[in-house]
Nanobody
Framework: QVQLVESGGGLVQAEGSLRLSCAASGSISSMYAMGWYRQAPGKQRELVAT???????NYADSVKGRFTISGDNARNTVYLRMNSLKPEDTAVYYC???????????WGKGTLVTVSS
């Protein structure tokens, strides 16, 4: 049974920084990408950033230049460094591991990030 556990969320002032981590337990095969998504109150879940096993990254325009995704394939762990946080970054952040054998991959339960102005 694969489980993803996020950590690192919390309350931070605008222009502050946070680092999210997501570690997978259990055996994961055919994993080809890891990513972070977020869902703000009253809004749909949206992509924040993804990283492939080969290290190729992709970011939402709203976080480019402020957020950095990194991954440790050997440890099945993905990180999201968030700098210059804005109140509009407030959301529940979810990690996701894409695998070839499961259409939507594996999801964590989310960690809340609150940015105060």
């Amino acid at each position: 049974q694969v489980q993803l556990v996020e950590s690192g969320g919390g309350l931070v002032q605008a222009e502050g920084s946070l680092r999210l981590s997501c570690a997978a337990s259990g055996s994961i095969s055919s994993m080809y990408a890891m990513g972070w998504y977020r869902q703000a109150p009253g809004k749909q879940r949206e992509l924040v950033a993804t990283i492939t096993r080969g290290g190729y990254t992709n970011y939402a325009d709203s976080v480019k230049g402020r957020f950095t995704i990194s991954g440790d394939n050997a440890r099945n762990t993905v990180y999201l460094r968030m700098n210059s946080l804005k109140p509009e970054d407030t959301a529940v952040y979810y990690c996701n591991f894409k695998v070839a054998t499961l259409r939507d991959g594996y999801w964590g339960k989310g960690t809340l990030v609150t940015v105060s102005s």
